[in-house]
């Protein structure tokens, strides 16, 4: 009874998806203030009863109900009850429901922190929120219905959770990723919105940049946490591997940054309206990509959802539906939208400008990287792979180029900067960044090398500018210092540059000297790595909940004094009888010490991976950095209030920029 009631829930929120996109509309077509205002009770709605739907589907996990094909699919008695809640989103079906339900918690959002808005936006932008869960919850209900039954007969046992999901990063990776992808949405819809209403001036700009920063920072969280994930649990040591999957997520985190800084500019400066409108449609384009090549089965991947080619076929209809009729309103409106703002070559419009379109061609490169191979095959010229070494050779030139123009945006005054302004600012920043980089290598290996050279170069010019454009901000006329001064935005976006330049740093350093030994080890035996001594002494074997494993045991030293003793596992689940490798890892803030148990060689001995990472902890702390960032810019004040001096100033603003131009 319990899942019926969970499918008559979703079915109940389609109905309400569907009033959202349709009445709102009619009321702005015919002033109905009654029916405008109905836009928010029906996103209340519509939020209320696919939460009912996501909330009995993981009640109906944790009571074992294996009457339903979606868990007993997904679970078992034996799981822990904090997997079978993470496998509510651990399977297709159930993460199209979680899906729509984050698009559902966005349209919520919306609703309830927009009362700064007029009315008759409001209602346009919560009906195009409600087309989009219109087009996932149908998707859901007709080719994904996470509780169909198995009924007469079901299993009395289900077959359990994959293995390789069955850890903390399910739990959390998802939600997050998924609330990042789907947070575009927001951006998106009031793109579209402006359009409609034919009304894209800098208050728009203003009141859609904290949706798309907040969903920019959900991403960068939820790919932070997907490579740290797949470096613990996959047990090869890497930290990214250029998957078709992981480019599906990366695609969009890229195109969102360029779209944050265009929406920056079209607020401060009341120019890039144009840019700003396509690169909303351009986002969310991607979005609804990577879940068409996610879950169509198109592409073979450890994190894709291998379906039948019917749901892909639906997914690609959304697609085209959603672009073809924005890029479609886009034409038909495009000659309203004007910017007036003038700017010349050495500007800080133009610095973001260059800085916009490396992340476009960075994106678009990925992109075609991604696809090239799927148009090949199905032209049946074969098939083929494109993998690291055209992603590196393409994508590491635009990003040093990018890693540049970060340090002069923020440095360089809007519209025309003085004769030698720039390199007063910049001079000193870019000798102390040569010589450090120079340095650098000679102080931690002995020795010259490029590569490290260039990385630490850029992680320092990039640190060294956010503290100078912090410094200018907080300098009063007087001389003194006042950070207080410096807007919390301001200082959310210099989180988030040092954030960059953190991961640049810990991308350098591990991807220059790590090391890495594959040896075969027997009890007694120890190895050298990088300084350290790693002795074996034997395995024990070890159960958990739902397996059973043979743990290695190793002891760590350095300079014969012991630092930890290192448990690399090979489980064998119960249910499935599937081996898994679980590294035994040791993490500082300057290295990792990461070993994974190989197999089994006779007497004992094993052959064993050892890894030797410095400053790999980095790559992941540089995005947290970032997400702190984002969300320290959209609890400024400016966003979270709207007096009347605060549009005297706007509207101010933007006299300024038309008689400057």
Request: hydrophobic share 50%; proline share 4%.
């Amino acid at each position: 009874m319990i899942p019926e009631l969970g499918h008559f829930a979703l079915i109940i929120g389609l109905a309400f998806a569907l009033c959202l996109s349709i009445v709102p509309l009619i009321g702005v077509a015919q002033n109905n203030h009654q029916l405008i205002n109905s836009a928010k009770p029906l996103s209340f709605g519509l939020f209320f009863f696919v939460g009912i739907s996501i909330v009995l589907l993981a009640y109906s996990f944790t009571v074992d109900d294996f009457s339903v094909k979606y868990i007993a699919g997904h679970s078992n008695s034996l799981l822990p009850y904090y997997f079978k809640i993470s496998a509510v989103w651990g399977g297709h079906e159930g993460s199209m429901l979680f899906w729509v339900f984050a698009l559902t918690s966005w349209t919520l959002a919306v609703g309830l922190f927009s009362k700064q808005l007029e009315k008759e936006f409001v209602a346009r932008v919560l009906a195009i929120m409600g087309m989009i869960a219109v087009g996932f919850i149908l998707f859901t209900l007709l080719t994904s219905n996470p509780f169909e039954r198995l009924l007469p007969n079901f299993p009395m046992e289900g077959r359990d959770l994959n293995p390789l999901l069955q850890d903390i990063g399910l739990i959390i990776h998802p939600p997050m990723l998924y609330m990042g992808y789907v947070g575009f949405s927001v951006a998106f819809a009031f793109a579209i919105a402006a359009l409609m209403a034919g009304k894209m001036d800098a208050a728009w700009a203003r009141w859609s940049r904290p949706w798309t920063v907040a969903a920019w920072s959900f991403l960068s969280v939820g790919i932070a946490l997907g490579s740290w994930w797949a470096y613990y649990e996959l047990g090869w040591g890497g930290w990214w591997f250029w998957d078709p999957v992981e480019n599906v997520s990366f695609m969009p985190w890229l195109a969102g940054t360029a779209l944050i800084h265009a929406l920056a500019v079209t607020e401060q400066r009341n120019t890039f309206k144009h840019w700003t409108l396509l690169l909303a449609i351009f986002t969310f384009s991607l979005n609804l990509l990577g879940a068409f090549l996610v879950r169509s089965g198109v592409i073979t991947s450890v994190h894709s959802f291998a379906v039948d080619p019917g749901r892909g076929l639906y997914l690609l209809v959304l697609l085209a539906i959603a672009v073809g009729g924005s890029l479609t309103l886009y034409a038909l409106r495009s000659a309203k939208v004007s910017s007036p703002s003038r700017f010349t070559f050495y500007s800080r419009e133009n610095a973001i400008l260059i800085a916009m379109s490396i992340l476009i061609t960075a994106s678009v490169t990925i992109l075609l990287g991604t696809l090239y191979p799927l148009i090949i095959d199905a032209m049946g010229m074969g098939k083929i792979s494109v993998g690291a070494p055209y992603f590196n050779a393409v994508f590491v030139p635009m990003m040093i180029a990018l890693f540049m123009f970060m340090g002069i945006g923020p440095l360089i005054r809007w519209k025309k900067a003085r004769k030698g302004e720039l390199s007063k600012h910049l001079n000193k920043i870019s000798v102390f960044s040569v010589l450090f980089g120079a340095a650098w290598p000679f102080f931690f290996a002995g020795e010259f090398n490029v590569t490290a050279f260039i990385g630490m170069s850029l992680g320092c010019w990039i640190v060294l500018a956010v503290l100078k454009d912090v410094l200018n901000n907080a300098k009063q006329a007087d001389g003194s210092w006042k950070f207080s001064a410096v807007p919390l935005n301001h200082i959310g976006m210099a989180v988030a540059h040092a954030g960059i330049a953190v991961t640049v740093i810990g991308v350098t350093m591990v991807s220059t000297y790590e090391q890495e030994i594959n040896v075969k080890m027997a009890p007694g035996e120890s190895v050298n790595l990088s300084g350290y001594t790693i002795e074996y002494t034997g395995t024990k074997n070890v159960l958990g909940p739902n397996y059973s494993a043979i743990q290695g045991q190793l002891n760590v030293y350095l300079d014969n004094e012991f630092v930890t003793l290192l448990k690399p596992e090979q489980r064998t689940y119960k249910v499935q009888s599937m081996g898994m490798t679980e590294a035994g890892i040791h993490t500082t803030l300057w290295r990792d010490i990461y070993v994974a148990l190989g197999d089994p060689l006779g007497e004992n001995s094993w052959s064993m991976r050892l890894y030797y990472k410095p400053f790999i902890v980095w790559i992941w702390m540089g995005g947290f950095f970032m997400a702190i960032g984002g969300f320290l810019a959209i609890l400024s004040k400016r966003y979270r209030k709207r007096t009347l001096v605060a549009e005297q100033q706007l509207k101010q603003a933007e006299t300024n920029v038309l008689k400057e131009a």
